[in-house]
């Protein structure tokens, strides 16, 4: 039989997307690559997942694991013709306040746990500004942040199981409800694996206390020097945020203009910080935020009056990226991390970049985590345009690179990043990670040719890996 | 050349540690380029290897019959602190008290065990323990951001980086935790670290579940033989706050217990919400220690009686029931981790790619890897 007809037999034929149209659409994520698809399935449950990886496996198709295709390091857009499966039939969700924890299925929208639990008195801590349409498997296959992971930190810390489907099609529970579960912790490396390592059919992630006090404070600046100054500032008197983010005044009136959050668009920069926690601590932060501010020239600042203020302000930073479509067709949203003492510099030779290369550069970022993500608008249309694009970016990596930063702070490898890895590491630490996919999926059928660039793994170095019985 | 001159020039005075394992090939590498030497003479002549820190967790796991130990006391460097980047690097013979010490005097924690004895950086890792301040900092694992690890055949492999933020790549440093040098030896760690509260404060409570339902978000409650801790950090006016709530003595700073000790020592593992139940169902006689929101109890007895009963039902919960330390005989009469886990394919996979020779502490992980 052929694959289709085998996939049909397991998932019927409406949930089997072979139009020309069906897999155009599931070509590409919301970056700027895109790639063949040779069939489209929706599985509804961890068996379904089994079946199908067995059923394309036995094809010889690889396969391109799927959640809402927000993501925008090229993770869902297929390097080789692919089968792609659309996890976001599976929206399960079971929640267990007395454990603080919920079981979701990997299609469940981020968003939607957090309004679900709110009215107990929890939320899931990783926000990504795509949190309203990105779904938590694809939140746990990218290790996805969001300008609140600064104080509760990214995904990773909080998904305490995955329940996955291997490239045998065997489905596997790792971790657990309990802390510290016994053997090799291969929970924590499927996290952020981009799909390299399996199909995560099920997450059991933490549920954190909602914060009995907030405060959002927007603060306007002369220039970047000073919102940088004043967010290091803050991290250094050992004030840790619930969040620090920062925009440069052209990104600042392109949002303001897109939503009107109330931002100041005679700044050079502005800061958008909120503590959250204990009543009299918030009150004691807040304070703290001020008094850094004033010593870097604040020109500008407002503490968020009420609930209805607070939402404004964080729809205009969560607007940033659609924000943009008011001034080119096309974006391309980079993310880098630097260590957070080498922002003002890195900062300054990442607009020298965007000027030589003649690029409209735009900044919003986590200064409080060291996370960039410089966007530039431009017109895919135009012959060339992508390609300075790149060109563009590949520099901001390397000078990330050179500050003693990393490739990406949260976004993923995924395509885009992939050939730039042999900036940050040599033969050897490229062979492990090759080695360690290797031990997953000997065969390459998960999303290949991703995250790791061709040659990776090197046969000469270490002594042979014996084979037949070992241990 | 005979084995004993292949590692005569990494044999050195000061490997003389106290609680050393009987073996004649003891060496304590200067330097990584060291190890990475030692790792692959090791492979060639195909030794079993047990790495030695401080020697804290050494009970953990299957027993070993070392042909070479390594010592890693000489490799205590600080290689690099960002204090005001909030992170460090040291290499992982450094004891846990020392770069705790040394943190403290500008404000910092690594938050790692509280009362660490003569453990080490790296055997904390490679053991994958936490200290109780885990229920609000989160366990040792999401601190580590950047590891340098020797592989079994002597290959020097790095991933992560010294940013606290970072998807590039297959999480390696988080692997790294909790595998017991399966993969490698941690020769190198890049730590996330905190800001140490202004105020700290540990107050003893009648009912440590009630107070862990009243405190918000504390730094830890822990329950030790039936009274309960409380401990809060924050700024003064946040902690005061609290401890009116709490209705306990109050003492200033954090006063840790030490853990209980007894013939046999266990790390009890079971979901937050089944804490309570577990201390209930402890065999009498045991002495005991419980995260209260955490989960996790370490418990001392005079005997194994009443583990089976206790080990299947933890498991029966998602949890476990892991022998610590302990005579040698008790190793043979029960295994020391229970049913392993899923995934042990994918795990023996793992190993075999970066020790092949099964050089670093073979059979000490579940199911006999």
């Not at chain 1, 062979?431 to 040719?449: I, K, W």
Request: charged letters at 20%; proline letters at 6%.
């Amino acid at each position: 039989m052929t694959l289709i007809g085998d996939l049909v037999e397991i998932l019927g034929p409406d949930r089997v997307l072979s139009e020309p149209l069906e897999r155009y659409l599931y070509g590409t994520d919301g970056g700027v690559a895109r790639g063949e698809v040779i069939v489209v399935v929706l599985p509804e449950t961890a068996g379904e997942v089994s079946d199908v990886v067995k059923a394309a496996k036995r094809h010889g198709s690889p396969i391109v694991p799927r959640g809402a295709g927000t993501g925008l390091a090229g993770g869902a857009a297929p390097a080789v013709p692919s089968v792609v499966v659309s996890l976001t039939n599976m929206k399960d969700i079971e929640i267990d306040l007395g454990n603080r924890t919920a079981w979701v299925g990997p299609g469940v929208i981020n968003l939607d746990l957090s309004k679900l639990t709110r009215s107990s008195g929890f939320h899931f801590a990783p926000d990504p500004s795509s949190q309203s349409a990105c779904t938590i498997g694809g939140n746990v296959a990218n290790n996805s942040g969001g300008p609140h992971c600064l104080a509760e930190g990214t995904t990773t810390s909080h998904v305490l199981a995955v329940e996955i489907v291997t490239a045998d099609g065997e489905i596997v529970l790792l971790g657990g409800p309990a802390p510290d579960p016994i053997g090799l912790d291969l929970r924590s490396v499927v996290v952020g694996s981009e799909g390299l390592l399996g199909i995560i059919t099920r997450a059991l992630v933490k549920l954190t206390p909602n914060p009995l006090a907030v405060r959002t404070i927007l603060a306007g600046f002369a220039t970047m020097e000073d919102a940088v100054a004043t967010s290091s500032g803050i991290v250094a008197r050992g004030v840790v945020p619930a969040a620090l983010e920062i925009m440069d005044q052209k990104m600042t009136r392109a949002v303001e203009n897109f939503v009107g959050a109330g931002f100041p668009i005679d700044a050079g920069a502005i800061l958008l910080a909120e503590v959250a926690g204990h009543p009299a601590a918030v009150e004691a932060e807040a304070r703290l935020v001020e008094q850094v501010a004033n010593e870097n020239h604040v020109t500008s600042l407002r503490v968020a009056a009420d609930e209805v203020e607070r939402a404004k302000l964080w729809l205009g930073r969560k607007s940033a990226f659609g924000a943009v479509a008011q001034l080119a067709p096309d974006y391309y949203l980079h993310d880098t991390v630097v260590p957070r003492t080498q922002l003002v510099a890195t900062m300054q030779k990442i607009y020298e970049i965007a000027e030589r290369h003649g690029v409209l550069m735009l900044n919003v970022f986590h200064a409080g985590d060291g996370n960039l993500h410089p966007l530039v608008a431009f017109d895919a249309s135009v012959e060339g345009q992508l390609d300075i694009v790149h060109a563009a970016m590949e520099e901001v990596a390397k000078v990330c690179i050179e500050a003693g930063g990393a490739l990406s702070g949260e976004h993923g490898i995924g395509l885009e990043k992939r050939d730039l890895m042999p900036l940050l590491y040599n033969e050897a630490d490229l062979d492990a990670q090759a080695r360690l996919r290797e031990a997953f999926d000997p065969d390459g059928l998960f999303n290949p040719q991703k995250v790791l660039p061709a040659g990776s793994r090197c046969a000469d170095l270490g002594r042979p890996i014996p084979t037949g019985a070992w241990l | 050349m005979t084995i004993a001159a292949a590692f005569a020039r990494y044999v050195r005075s000061a490997v003389a540690d106290t609680g050393l394992p009987e073996c004649d090939l003891m060496v304590a590498p200067q330097t990584i380029d060291e190890l990475e030497h030692i790792l692959d003479l090791a492979s060639e002549h195909q030794l079993k290897a047990v790495i030695w820190g401080g020697g804290s967790h050494q009970g953990f796991g299957g027993r070993i019959d070392p042909d070479l130990v390594v010592a890693t006391s000489q490799l205590n460097r600080l290689v690099d602190w960002q204090p005001e980047d909030f992170t460090v690097t040291v290499e992982a013979g450094m004891r846990v008290s020392d770069l705790e010490d040394m943190l403290a005097d500008r404000g910092q924690m690594a938050v790692l065990p509280e009362l660490p004895g003569a453990a080490t950086i790296g055997g904390v890792m490679a053991a994958g323990v936490s200290g109780w301040r885990r229920a609000r900092y989160g366990p040792t694992r999401d601190r580590v951001l950047e590891v340098d690890l020797v592989t079994g055949d002597g290959r020097r492999v790095r991933a992560g980086g010294r940013v606290v933020k970072n998807v590039t790549g297959f999480d390696l440093p988080r692997l790294a935790v909790g595998s017991f040098g399966s993969l490698g030896v941690i020769a190198q760690a890049c730590l996330k670290l905190w800001p140490e509260p202004s105020t700290k404060v540990t107050v003893s409570v009648a009912d440590g579940d009630r107070a862990l339902a009243t405190a918000y978000r504390p730094t830890a409650v822990v329950e030790a033989d039936g009274v309960a801790k409380v401990y809060l950090g924050g700024t003064e006016a946040e902690v005061d706050g609290q401890v009116e709530s709490l209705d306990g003595t109050v003492v200033s700073g954090w006063s840790w217990e030490p853990e209980p000790t007894g013939v046999v020592g266990w790390s009890l593992r079971v979901p937050p919400a089944s804490t309570r139940s577990a201390i209930e169902r402890l065999p009498s006689g045991w002495r005991y220690q419980a995260g209260l929101g955490v989960g996790e109890i370490k418990a001392a007895s005079v005997d194994a009686e009443g583990a089976a009963g206790l080990r299947a039902w933890a498991e029966s919960q998602g949890g476990a029931l892991v022998i610590v330390s302990g005579p040698a005989a008790l190793y043979s009469d029960m295994d020391p981790w229970g049913t392993p886990p899923p995934g042990l394919k994918v795990q023996r996979e793992l190993i075999r790619r970066f020790d092949p020779c099964r050089v670093v502490n073979p059979g000490r992980l579940p199911g006999g890897l």
